[in-house]
C-alpha cells in the first residue's frame, strides 16, 4: 500500500481547514438574527421611595 507524500497531506490539511472556514463564515453570515418585540424594547422604571 503505497504512503502519501508530506506536501499531499499537507494540501489535504489546507483544504479542509479552508472548508471548516468557509463553513463558519457562512453560517455566521447566513444566520438573520430573530427581531425583538417592542415590549421588551421598553425599559420599566419604577421609583421607589426610601424609607430610613
Avoid: D, G
Avoid at 20 to 44: D, T, V
Amino acid at each position: 500500500m503505497p504512503q502519501m507524500a508530506p506536501m499531499m497531506w499537507l494540501n489535504l490539511m489546507f483544504m479542509f481547514l479552508v472548508a471548516f472556514l468557509l463553513f463558519f463564515i457562512s453560517n455566521y453570515y447566513l444566520s438573520s438574527p430573530e427581531k425583538m418585540e417592542k415590549e421588551k424594547m421598553l425599559i420599566k422604571s419604577e421609583e421607589k421611595s426610601w424609607k430610613w
